[in-house]
């Protein structure tokens, strides 16, 4: 499904997707991505879910540790996340589209009750023509009940809003074969089946095996593209097979 067929899109930001190396939030790429939005987002629901957090506050506070401890990771993000969700807001409304910020933890998305007041959230801002911005509470989640990625948080949002849609942006071009060649099109069974083969390696398993549930509950596709790439929104609707890979049930 290309996305100028869907109606709900779940656009996952990868952290190296929205600040750079220096630690500065990316404005000339998320620019190019609203600009994206706002010209093939008619009648259509978008939702971000936006890592880059952590980084932003590691920049504010000068710390330039790879590996810092949890408790002080929590501090470091409930400065960063006030840093992105005013970066971002501050560039959708140069285009004249409202934001909402929520933070989810995995309560929030496990627990039926719960989910269905996500949910309705969600459907509220549609109706208030939002774009829900979306982070893990990294401030107060503890390791062992965290999403691992924002992967895994995303893939639970698609679920939760019934998303036609998930676009997971990295830093990878999307699933490559061990000659380097690029899948673009690839099922679920395929892929469960790659993995078992070790074909699909390293870093790569855990975001395939993401995507593999998110389409198993229902999101019709996902696309693994690589976000680094000016108009990747763009580029994935203009195209036939896409950017990257695509894969479905």
Not at 120 to 139: G, S
Request: glycine share 8%.
């Amino acid at each position: 499904m290309l996305i100028e067929t869907s109606n709900i899109i779940v656009l996952k930001l990868g952290s190296s997707t929205v600040v750079d190396g220096r630690g500065k939030f990316k404005k000339k790429w998320v620019t190019t991505l609203i600009k994206d939005i706002k010209r093939y987002g008619k009648n259509k629901k978008f939702v971000i879910v936006s890592s880059g957090a952590i980084a932003l506050g590691q920049k504010y506070f000068k710390i330039n540790k790879k590996k810092i401890k949890l408790d002080m990771s929590q501090a470091i993000a409930a400065v960063g996340q006030i840093h992105l969700a005013s970066e971002f807001q501050k560039l959708f409304e140069k285009y004249k589209i409202k934001t909402g910020q929520i933070l989810i933890s995995p309560d929030d998305t496990e627990q039926r009750r719960r989910a269905l007041n996500v949910r309705r959230t969600f459907d509220n801002l549609f109706k208030l023509n939002a774009i829900p911005i979306v982070n893990e509470n990294d401030t107060t989640a503890t390791a062992e009940i965290k999403y691992g990625d924002n992967d895994r948080l995303a893939a639970r949002v698609a679920q939760i809003i019934g998303a036609d849609t998930l676009i997971i942006l990295s830093d990878v071009d999307g699933v490559m074969l061990p000659n380097g060649e690029l899948v673009s099109h690839l099922n679920a069974a395929t892929a469960r089946q790659m993995i078992t083969d070790g074909i699909i390696t390293g870093g790569m398993i855990p975001k395939v095996e993401t995507c593999i549930e998110a389409v198993r509950h229902g999101v019709e596709t996902v696309h693994i593209i690589n976000g680094n790439k000016e108009h990747a929104l763009l580029l994935e609707i203009l195209t036939d097979t896409g950017i990257g890979t695509m894969m479905f049930e």
